[in-house]
């Protein structure tokens, strides 16, 4: 009983981390249509931010939760303004463009931070469930993301920027005709977007060892995530993270972390082969 | 015995062109004598930075104490080095360059087994000695190379048996997913029956896996009494976080073979301690070498914060081969190699290390270490650990034509 617990616990932090990791992706490549392949970089810097702020006396709640997605979405807002903008509609170019880019930022994190391992410990400490010991930290992840989804959900749908947000996404010339700025709007969610990356980059650091390639881990996984979930940015996402969470990790305790992950791209591939469209695109068709 | 042979000939000829420079007239002319050229080949970029950039300060630190004692054979020794940026090509590009252009009399170099791999038969068949400085997963058999690191029989033989001893017999298995890890977990399984220990299970992770959630719940349900990490690289180093985190590093202790060679366990802090490893060197070792090698890093280089395992391996590689020329009484290969198989040995700072003529191996001492507050503690030193793994597959003295890579069966 205990184990089916702890079974049950690691699967919602599974869950919970892709959504977390392809949150701001779903933003800028769900929302915006550009392919940011730095995206992992993005998480990459937010780890980064995080630790040094941290070991610079900063309270490390403060450094993962508000100067990571603000570092980020700094970096983010420069480089909307300095490559992307001129991209916009360009899908293939923007690709080959934040390529580019992530190199460049694999590098200068290189240069700045060395290629050795860099870290801080949890916060939180460990529990025990029944017989065994549970990282506490994994529940805290769980709450930022049920917290960002519902706050994502609020903005989009109960805010006037957020239908203005929608709106511009869909039909820009409309937008344009009734008085707004689309460049002003894309610039605001790209820097939307690249904050939520970064929040999940400084929100991950402390359960990895964080290097300058560390974000080639998780640019596949989110882009697996979005496009698996199709086009409706929050139950694209939570729908196509549950599903390959619960398979991940139903066969990584089964067997071995390899064969969940094998089994979470084999899953990927049929669900794209069944549902070309992503899962919102046949289901759930009018959520957000 | 009458006969004079080439060795004899030319050790009587250094010892009479050492008589003749002792005249202090002649000193001079000594550094303007044609330099004695070491080649090294070294990630000092890209991704095997963190290996590369301190093994290649240690070498430039053991060349320029070679040079401030006069030299070799009152030659000054010139370093070539060239930076492989972590790409396999360019390894096999800069050796032939130092074995075509440069014309170097020794090659020191390469960090990765696929590295070591591409550049061996170049130099052998350019017949410049080669060393390869780095812990690695043995069976390698080739008169042209000499190995200074430690091979996994080396470490697992001093490392299981002592954790069994401390903590009981029940052993879970955690290694990285390729030859390293592999070959690794075979010989903890050995080791750990040899000692009445039994291994519930072992499990593999690819490189870049991160989270070991899973593997935490896994390792609980299973209760063993001891983990065992061959655990490599930045994405693995989760492993430890996610452990501590989960409170479980006071529930079932840990021996790594791999933890603190990259100095992780700095990075670590507290999460770090009481894992057991077995390494040829640590700061922490209390001999003169080793006051007097971290004093000249030092003053070379301000701070002793990069000093590792494999920084000390390359260092003592350097001073193997210059003891090697000294015995010798010049670079020329032949003479070289039989030097080196004479049973030669140096004082490094990890430790008395001799050179096992059979295999061309490392005999050294391991020392049983304890992590504590990012630092180590020293337990225990086996000393004169012969590598037993690759003594099992090679005999360069029956077959000195040998050059391949064994694997070993265990």
């Known amino acids: 009983m205990d184990l089916a617990g702890v079974i049950a616990i690691e699967v919602v932090y599974s869950v919970a981390s892709l959504i977390l990791i392809s949150a701001g992706l779903a933003v800028i490549f769900g929302m915006m249509r550009v392919i940011n392949l730095a995206h992992g970089e993005f998480m990459m810097i937010g780890g980064y931010a995080t630790i040094v702020s941290a070991n610079a006396g900063v309270n490390v709640w403060v450094a993962m939760l508000v100067v990571a997605p603000l570092t980020v979405g700094l970096v983010g807002l420069v480089v909307e303004r300095l490559v992307i903008r ?18 460049v930022l694999v590098g200068l994190a290189t240069m700045i931070f060395g290629n050795t391992t860099a870290g801080i410990s949890p916060p939180i400490s460990g529990f025990a469930l029944g017989g065994y010991q549970v990282n506490g930290y ?47 709007v894309y610039m605001a969610t790209f820097f939307a977007g690249s904050a939520l990356t970064g929040l999940a980059g400084g929100v991950l650091a402390p359960l990895v060892g964080l290097v300058p390639t560390t974000g080639a881990g998780y640019v596949a996984e989110a882009f697996i995530t979005v496009i698996t979930g199709g086009a409706s940015l929050i139950v694209g996402i939570v729908s196509s993270a549950t599903i390959l969470g619960v398979v991940s990790q139903a066969f990584t305790f089964a067997t071995r972390p ?11 591939l049929v669900l794209l082969r069944l549902l070309p469209q992503g899962i919102t695109g046949r289901f759930f068709r009018r959520a957000t | 015995m009458a006969a004079l ?19 202090p007239a002649l000193v ?47 030659r000054p020794v010139e ?154 690289g930045g994405a693995h180093l989760s492993f430890y976080r996610q452990w501590a985190a989960s409170g479980m590093k006071d529930r079932i202790p840990m021996a790594s073979t791999t933890l603190g060679v990259g100095n992780e366990h700095r990075i670590l802090g507290p999460e770090a301690d009481g894992i057991l490893v077995a390494y040829n060197y640590a700061p922490e070792i209390d001999s003169p070498a080793n006051r007097a090698f971290l004093e000249a890093w030092g003053a070379a280089y301000g701070d002793t914060g990069l000093v590792n395992e494999l920084a000390v391996s390359n260092y003592q590689g350097v001073t193997l081969w210059a003891e090697a020329v000294r015995r010798a009484g010049t670079v020329e290969r032949m ?3 039989e030097a080196i198989e004479s049973g030669m040995a140096i004082e490094g700072p990890g430790g008395t290390v001799v050179i096992d003529p059979k295999t061309h191996h490392a005999i050294l001492d391991v020392h049983l270490m304890e992590f504590r507050d990012g630092g180590a503690v020293i337990l225990e030193t086996f ?28």
Request: glycine share 8%; hydrophobic share 45%.
């Open chain 1, 86 to 103: 001129v991209l916009y509609g360009r899908l293939v170019d923007t690709m080959l463009a934040t390529w580019g880019l992530s190199l």
């Open chain 1, 138 to 184: 994994n529940l805290f992840v769980v709450v930022v993301t049920v917290v960002l989804l519902a706050s994502m959900w609020a903005v989009l749908r109960l805010t006037r920027l957020g239908l203005l947000a929608r709106g511009t996404m869909q039909r820009a010339d409309m937008a344009a005709a009734l008085g707004y700025d689309p460049d002003r």
């Open chain 1, 258 to 268: 390899v064969v969940g992950e094998v089994a979470l791209l084999v899953t990927a």
């Open chain 2, 5 to 23: 042979n080439k060795r004899d000939f030319l050790k009587g000829g250094s010892a009479l062109a050492l008589g003749a420079l002792a005249s």
């Open chain 2, 28 to 74: 001079g002319r000594a550094a303007a004598a044609e330099p004695i050229k070491l080649g090294s080949v070294l990630d000092v970029s890209g991704i095997f930075d963190g290996y590369g950039k301190p093994m290649d300060m240690a070498l430039r630190l053991a060349v320029e104490e070679i040079n401030a004692g006069g030299g070799l054979l009152d």
């Open chain 2, 79 to 232: 370093v070539t080095a060239y930076d492989t940026q972590s790409d396999i090509a360019l390894y096999t590009q800069y050796a032939q360059q130092l074995a075509r252009r440069d014309r170097v009399d020794v090659v020191h170099g390469g960090i990765l087994s696929a590295s070591r791999e591409a550049i061996r038969p170049i130099l052998r068949r350019a017949e410049i000695p080669y060393f390869y400085n780095v812990l690695y997963e043995g069976g390698v058999c080739d008169r042209n190379v000499v190995v200074t690191g430690v091979t996994p029989a080396q470490q697992v033989a001093v490392l299981v048996p002592a954790a069994i001893e401390r903590w009981g017999k029940r052993i879970y298995i955690l290694a990285a997913d390729y030859n390293y890890g592999q070959i690794t977990a075979r010989w903890m399984r050995k080791f750990a029956e040899e000692a009445g220990g039994e291994v519930v299970e072992t499990d593999f992770f690819p490189l870049d896996v991160s989270d070991f959630g899973s593997t935490i719940a896994k390792i609980q349900t299973a209760t063993p009494d001891i983990v065992l990490s061959a655990l490599v």
């Open chain 2, 335 to 337: 003479p070289l190699i």
């Open chain 2, 383 to 410: 000393e004169q650990r012969p590598p037993i793994d690759t003594q099992a597959v090679c005999d360069l003295e029956a077959n000195p034509d040998d050059d391949t890579q064994y694997e070993i069966e265990i």
